[in-house]
């Protein structure tokens, strides 16, 4: 038998240590590398989803702003307009409401004048037909209650005149008066009213 001797069995053993010190090595480089790019690559794509978080963020922001100021430009004149229309309508909307309302309440003063000077025409015509009195007592009556009802200055023009009626002597009192144009004030002669009663002879 070959029997080798114990420096040969050295060497050998030498280089089996050797060569399993190179795997080991080799297979720690490898793992290392391993690792290593392992660590590249998460913090490759940490960084890459920090950049886009910001991109995106820097993309938000800048398209809120975009929008608020669009808004802001597109929102302040309409507003500004609305206010303005909303004055104007109700200026033109209260003006005719107060026209409105002015009319009426002339139309309601015109026919209580009118009114008036119709019942104090004919109660001076039939004071003026009593046996104790005569037409003029008529017309100064009627002057009375026209004075203390409205106005002296309505009461400036009042005549009577004797009529015929079916055959009968009637006693009419006449009274004309300014046309209330605004509030009391208007032009004179504007109404006129009589009043009747029968007069006996």
Do not use: C
Not at 8 to 34: C, E, F, L, N, T
Not at 150 to 171: C, K, N, V, W
């Amino acid at each position: 038998m070959n029997q080798q001797s114990p420096k040969s069995r050295s060497r050998g053993g030498d280089k089996s240590r050797d060569a399993a010190s190179r795997r080991g090595v080799r297979s720690w480089h490898a793992a290392s590398g391993i690792a290593i790019r392992t660590v590249g690559g998460a913090r490759s794509h940490h960084a890459a989803t920090k950049d886009a978080l910001r991109t995106r963020t820097a993309a938000g922001i800048g398209a809120a702003t975009i929008t608020r100021a669009d808004a802001g430009k597109g929102d302040e004149p309409i507003q500004e307009s609305d206010s303005g229309s909303a004055v104007v309508d109700f200026v033109l909307v209260g003006a005719l409401l107060t026209v409105i309302v002015v009319a009426v309440i002339q139309l309601a003063l015109v026919l209580h004048v009118r009114n008036t000077l119709t019942d104090a025409a004919a109660s001076g015509a039939r004071y003026g037909t009593l046996a104790d009195r005569n037409a003029q007592d008529g017309v100064e009556r009627a002057r009375q209650l026209i004075s203390g009802s409205l106005s002296p200055e309505f009461a400036q023009d009042i005549s009577y005149a004797r009529t015929e009626d079916a055959g009968h002597t009637m006693l009419k009192v006449t009274v004309r008066s300014p046309l209330p144009v605004i509030g009391l004030i208007g032009p004179q002669g504007g109404i006129e009213v009589a009043g009747h009663a029968y007069w006996p002879d």
